[in-house]
């Protein structure tokens, strides 16, 4: 059994993280595992494979590949690139790193929400300058006890934040694409249908976009969206840029439909210098930065051989990605 691994260039690097893998494996018999540095590696070592572990897999790459081709692990969990016809028309198994992220990303979310509602950044503004302005800032505080938090999209990363906004004594309402009824469980006051979005947006003070990117959330939150929030509302997208109307948000922002937005990810990465965004004071922004930690990668190959071990003794994978639902 052949398995690539294209986690990492470095050799000293991908070495460390094979010994991460065995050592998580209860067993390594028959396996052979191939570092895959490069895409033109992957296009020569693909026909032979029967699992491959990777960030991105191409059209291009994944065109060599044969019928040996068991299943590919992405080693993300925004895998919308990768989800390219030939691989969803595919027999092959398509897994992600769903979860690595949940913790980073909820208590960046929790640090956006801090931020602006405890007004650090006009705490920073009176060491530069000196200025005494206790009561100016006073007055905007805001406590999270008894706020509500809206949560579109309800998976591991969803509910981390659930979780977290829970040990702030703050409501949540959360949405789930395969949600049927209204339910109340421990740390979501209501898990609602999507189609109640509306219920959600108007009744938040906070709101978390966390769903994936799909034909069906590509642009699920604009101009009409927008309006159904509390004026004193604050959007928060640390999922997919393209998720939200940019320019509809930057046109809400300017005119305080919604009181600010804290945004991790945009339409265009790396987001362009001439952006309006920079120029708004009522926004938080940050690189694409929620779900990075430095030890990403190995806690994706602990994942990664997890699933491994399942694969090799017949039991279903976790994390696996329906090719309908393309998430």
Not at 24 to 52: A, D
Not at 87 to 109: D, M, R
Not at 183 to 200: A, G, M, R
Not at 275 to 280: T, V
Request: aromatic fraction near 8%; hydrophobic fraction near 40%; include cysteine.
């Amino acid at each position: 059994m052949k398995i690539g691994i294209q986690l990492t260039k470095n050799p000293e690097k991908y070495q460390y993280l094979l010994s991460e893998l065995k050592s998580n494996l209860q067993s390594e018999n028959g396996m052979e595992f191939i570092h895959i540095p490069t895409n033109k590696e992957l296009i020569r070592e693909i026909p032979n494979l029967e699992i491959l572990t990777t960030y991105y897999l191409g059209e291009e790459e994944f065109y060599k590949a044969t019928d040996k081709l068991q299943w590919v692990h992405f080693g993300n969990a925004g895998i919308e690139q990768s989800l390219h016809t030939s691989l969803l028309n595919s027999k092959t198994i398509i897994t992600n790193a769903g979860g690595v992220h949940a913790g980073p990303v909820s208590e960046f979310v929790m640090g956006m929400m801090l931020y602006l509602s405890k007004q650090f950044k006009g705490c920073e503004k009176f060491k530069q300058e000196r200025k005494w302005t206790q009561w100016e800032l006073a007055r905007k505080t805001i406590q999270l006890k008894s706020k509500t938090v809206g949560i579109i999209g309800f998976g591991a990363l969803g509910k981390a934040v659930a979780k977290k906004a829970k040990a702030f004594d703050m409501k949540v309402i959360a949405t789930r694409r395969l949600q049927k009824k209204v339910e109340h469980k421990k740390t979501v006051d209501e898990l609602i249908p999507v189609s109640q979005l509306d219920h959600l947006l108007k009744e938040s003070d906070y709101v978390v976009v966390a769903c994936p990117l799909t034909p069906l959330t590509r642009n699920m939150i604009g101009k009409m969206q927008l309006s159904q929030m509390k004026p004193s509302a604050i959007l928060i997208n640390i999922a997919r840029g393209e998720i939200i109307n940019e320019t509809e948000l930057i046109d809400a922002l300017k005119s305080n439909t919604i009181a600010g937005a804290a945004l991790d990810v945009f339409e265009n990465e790396p987001l362009p210098k001439e952006s309006p965004l920079f120029a708004l004071d009522n926004v938080f922004l940050s690189p694409h930065i929620s779900g990075n930690f430095p030890e990403y990668q190995q806690d994706v190959v602990v994942q990664f051989a997890d699933n491994l071990n399942r694969y090799l003794s017949g039991k279903p994978l976790k994390n696996r990605v329906c090719k309908k639902r393309m998430y």
